[in-house]
């Protein structure tokens, strides 16, 4: 399957970004406080990104999605996360379950 020229995504974020960051800083908009409330978003679109252009495992794209939710929840008001942060170890519990479940494949 032939593909054409792929768009820099990654660049059109940094652009984008800075020209927002640019204008909050010149006065002209406010983006600063805008931007601390909604950048979990950014985790649920990568997130959904991954899913959709690579084939490969659902882990990290379900992490950054699940993640990205529940602090956008949070900034929202919508979801108390603080207790919930001490439940950090059961990411490294899911990465290790990912790893040894993983390794049983062949790597032909």
Do not use: C
Not at 33 to 41: I, M, R
């Amino acid at each position: 399957m032939a593909s054409g020229p792929r768009i820099p995504f990654s660049g059109i974020l940094l652009i984008v970004f800075g020209g927002l960051f640019l204008a909050d800083q010149m006065g002209v908009i406010s983006f600063g406080q805008t931007f601390a409330q909604w950048w979990p978003a950014l985790l649920i679109l990568a997130g959904i990104l991954q899913l959709v252009e690579h084939q490969g495992g659902a882990f990290l794209p379900i992490t950054f999605i699940t993640v990205g939710t529940a602090l956008l929840l949070s900034n929202l008001g919508y979801l108390q996360i603080g207790s919930v942060w001490r439940l950090w170890p059961l990411a490294l519990i899911a990465l290790g379950l990912k790893s040894v479940l993983g390794s049983g494949k062949s790597r032909a």
